[in-house]
């Protein structure tokens, strides 16, 4: 049987040297049993173009808009009910003052000199260093 996909686009952003990373509202935490730290973005709808459905995920989540330098991160999962497909990108050049969705209970920009300390998953911390090397390889 053919499982649906599920495409899910996030931007890792950056603004100097300051990445911005978003906390989930308790609601969504215990809903889904998470952690809690997120990447800006979401799910795609049927008829969107990947760059479409990040564009409005960044308008929805945290109201800015963002230039996006390149894939950073694919993850890719057979589940049980879908196939889940989660492309990060590396992002900077953010315009608009953020505000963000209800669900998310606050945002941080975390400075990339001291990530090391943040209260984030290693595999995030991992995850925004390869973006970081990708943002400063366009940056040349």
């Known amino acids: 049987m053919m499982k649906p996909y599920k495409i899910v686009a996030k931007a890792i952003i950056f603004d100097q040297n300051r990445v911005l990373i978003l906390r989930k509202s308790l ?25 479409d459905g990040l564009s409005r995920e960044l308008r929805e989540e945290v109201r800015l808009s963002v230039k996006v330098v390149a894939p950073a991160y694919i993850y890719d999962e057979v589940q049980e009910e879908k196939h889940m497909m989660i492309i990060k990108f590396a992002c900077h050049q953010p315009s608009g003052e953020v505000i ?41």
């Open 27 to 51: 609601q969504e935490r215990l809903a889904k049993d998470s952690h809690g730290w997120d990447f800006p973005g979401g799910t795609l709808e049927p008829d969107e173009s990947l760059m």
């Open 100 to 140: 963000i969705s209800e669900e998310h209970d606050s945002y941080h920009w975390f400075d990339l000199d001291s990530l090391h300390l943040a209260s984030i998953p290693e595999w995030m911390k991992e995850e925004i260093r390869r973006a970081e090397r990708i943002y400063k390889e366009f940056q040349k």
